[in-house]
């Protein structure tokens, strides 16, 4: 069985085909896959879900502007409820799943339930005066695959054509993306080749060949230009700190009540770390402090 390279694993790869005015991004995920899964236990079909939504949130990194983070949501009513995976611009992923434990789950998303959304949220930080960004777009889910719901939402939103393959098995996750550019760019019939193209690669080629052999099989007779690649890693944002903040943001009663047994103890879903405040180290936290005034953030991100 081919493997990708070593380098190529974990990585996400922007390209090119110039002559058919296409733009297209690759991502593959393996020990960052293996990170993601270890942090819980999930049913076939979400576990699934959850890479596929991994390697989108990846994917889209290469497209839009991201200076800070992205992420993908699936709210549902079924027994899925929530299913969300986010990437940085520094590159690093981390995703979870909640769900109705005992209750069968389909990949099908049209069970999820007729008000479920699909949303794509881009959180940019503010630099200098400039005050932070967020951009979100929803799109009601009437596919039953999350690549056709994501080329729904790019349809609606940006009104571009795109093609999308995601693939997943238990050791790991990769994706393809393809977008016509914007305007007249590229030959008469280049995005209709590339699509056509596109149709023919399998799931099993996408997780197996490395990039470069990805690309040379796929579009041979095309010029192919590399815009360039990075690599991508399971990290989580989570502190001390940020626990802290969130703690402030519930007020003194409620957080020294979270205490009452001798030790607050808060766990990150994402990651598993586990952060304890004892009822001394809360004061502290609501303690005057001359001069500084801060508002916590609302909640833990």
């Given at each position: 069985?081919?493997?990708?390279?070593?380098?190529?694993?974990?990585?996400?790869?922007?390209?090119?085909?110039?002559?058919?005015?296409?733009?297209?991004?690759?991502?593959?995920?393996?020990?960052?896959?293996?990170?993601?899964?270890?942090?819980?236990?999930?049913?076939?079909?979400?576990?699934?879900?959850?890479?596929?939504?991994?390697?989108?949130?990846?994917?889209?990194?290469?497209?839009?502007?991201?200076?800070?983070?992205?992420?993908?949501?699936?709210?549902?009513?079924?027994?899925?409820?929530?299913?969300?995976?986010?990437?940085?611009?520094?590159?690093?992923?981390?995703?979870?799943?909640?769900?109705?434990?005992?209750?069968?789950?389909?990949?099908?998303?049209?069970?999820?339930?007729?008000?479920?959304?699909?949303?794509?949220?881009?959180?940019?930080?503010?630099?200098?005066?400039?005050?932070?960004?967020?951009?979100?777009?929803?799109?009601?889910?009437?596919?039953d695959a999350l690549a056709d719901a994501f080329e729904a939402y790019f349809r609606q939103?940006?009104?571009?054509?795109?093609?999308?393959?995601?693939?997943?098995?238990?050791?790991?996750?990769?994706?393809?993306?393809?977008?016509?550019?914007?305007?007249?760019?590229?030959?008469?019939?280049?995005?209709?080749?590339?699509?056509?193209?596109?149709?023919?690669?399998?799931?099993?080629?996408?997780?197996?060949?490395?990039?470069?052999?990805?690309?040379?099989?796929?579009?041979?007779?095309?010029?192919?230009?590399?815009?360039?690649?990075?690599?991508?890693?399971?990290?989580?944002?989570?502190?001390?700190?940020?626990?802290?903040?969130?703690?402030?943001?519930?007020?003194?009663?409620?957080?020294?009540?979270?205490?009452?047994?001798?030790?607050?103890?808060?766990?990150?879903?994402?990651c598993g770390q586990q952060y304890r405040f004892d009822p001394e180290q809360i004061g502290?936290?609501?303690?005057?402090?001359?001069?500084?005034?801060?508002?916590?953030?609302?909640?833990?991100?």
């Amino acid at each position: 069985m081919t493997q990708p390279a070593a380098d190529d694993r974990d990585a996400l790869t922007r390209f090119l085909l110039q002559e058919a005015g296409v733009r297209g991004v690759r991502v593959h995920l393996e020990e960052t896959w293996r990170q993601i899964r270890a942090r819980a236990e999930y049913p076939a079909a979400i576990e699934e879900l959850l890479g596929e939504a991994c390697a989108a949130a990846a994917l889209f990194t290469g497209h839009a502007k991201v200076d800070g983070r992205l992420s993908v949501q699936l709210r549902g009513e079924g027994p899925l409820r929530t299913l969300f995976a986010e990437c940085t611009a520094a590159g690093t992923l981390r995703a979870i799943a909640q769900y109705e434990e005992g209750m069968p789950v389909s990949r099908d998303l049209r069970e999820l339930g007729e008000n479920a959304l699909l949303v794509i949220t881009i959180e940019n930080p503010g630099i200098g005066e400039r005050e932070p960004a967020r951009y979100q777009g929803m799109v009601a889910l009437e596919s039953d695959a999350l690549a056709d719901a994501f080329e729904a939402y790019f349809r609606q939103s940006e009104q571009l054509p795109t093609r999308l393959l995601l693939a997943v098995d238990h050791q790991r996750v990769a994706g393809l993306m393809l977008q016509k550019l914007p305007g007249d760019a590229g030959d008469e019939d280049g995005w209709t080749r590339a699509c056509a193209l596109f149709d023919t690669l399998t799931p099993r080629e996408l997780l197996e060949w490395p990039a470069e052999t990805l690309l040379r099989r796929l579009f041979p007779e095309d010029t192919i230009e590399v815009m360039g690649s990075r690599p991508l890693r399971f990290a989580c944002s989570c502190s001390r700190e940020r626990v802290a903040s969130m703690l402030q943001s519930l007020g003194e009663e409620e957080a020294m009540a979270a205490a009452a047994g001798g030790v607050a103890e808060i766990r990150c879903e994402f990651c598993g770390q586990q952060y304890r405040f004892d009822p001394e180290q809360i004061g502290a936290l609501f303690a005057p402090r001359p001069g500084l005034e801060a508002q916590p953030p609302a909640r833990l991100q």
